[in-house]
């Protein structure tokens, strides 16, 4: 089945860790999202990406960093300089350009303990 | 003002109920509108997709834009249970290197 698989989906991490997100998609999109939800916040954009190898900064993008070395894969990394990690992130995939719509994951809750 | 207006609810009706939801914009560029329902801790879902002005039917959904007042509705006819969800607007430019904006999200229960 074509599709974007996030894992975990859920996730604890310590404060002062690092953590990596997966996002992995079939559906042979080029261009590749990170959103974060807050309670109330709806989605903020972290970063995305429109080709292998380039990615932008989104609205929220300090203390988050991201690769994009395969069209299939763009893993997310919460870094310990993001003050507030605890969300529930999801990853999006689109054709390129945009002006077509966007496909969801399922999502990962991170939870810093 | 924020480019993406939706007033987050909670909304309640009955089944059975129309249930008409709504999002305001700002930016005049938006040419793409879409609808996703997200159920709770679960990725948003694509219900509608419009393009331009107009309306748009599939099912028991109807959406509509009207771009001469930045303003955009999801219908919703003969509304059920497993419609309970928090629906969210969202709209783009269309323009390489830009990304969808989302409104916050409008909570719906709808009540056996």
């Known amino acids: 089945d074509g599709g974007i698989t996030q894992s975990p989906k859920y996730l604890f991490r310590k404060e002062g860790q690092n953590v990596t997100l997966s996002c992995e998609q079939n559906l042979n999109h080029d261009a590749m999202y990170w959103y974060r939800q807050d309670p109330g916040q709806g989605l903020r954009l972290i970063y995305y990406?429109?080709?292998?190898?380039?990615?932008q900064k989104g609205d929220i993008a300090e203390g988050y960093s991201v690769s994009r070395e395969k069209k299939e894969s763009f893993p997310l990394t919460v870094t310990s300089a993001q003050k507030n990690p605890t969300a529930f992130y999801l990853c999006?995939?689109?054709?390129?350009?945009?002006?077509?719509?966007?496909?969801f994951g399922q999502g990962t809750r991170l939870t810093v303990v | 003002q924020k480019e993406v207006e939706q007033d987050p609810g909670p909304l309640s009706v009955p089944e059975g109920a129309i249930v008409s939801l709504n999002c305001t914009y700002s930016n005049s560029a938006f040419q793409y509108f879409m609808w996703y329902r997200q159920y709770s801790r679960k990725g948003p879902e694509l219900l509608m997709y419009t393009y331009s002005s107009g309306n748009k039917e599939d099912g028991r959904f109807t959406a509509q834009v009207d771009k001469s007042s930045k303003y955009i509705s999801l219908f919703i006819r003969d509304s059920q249970p497993s419609d309970s969800a928090t629906y969210l607007c969202a709209m783009s430019a269309g323009k390489a290197g830009t990304a969808l904006i989302f409104g916050k999200g409008t909570t719906l229960s709808v009540s056996s």
């Open positions: 990406s429109q080709i292998v190898n380039d990615f």
């Open positions: 999006a995939s689109s054709r390129r350009g945009l002006n077509t719509e966007a496909f």
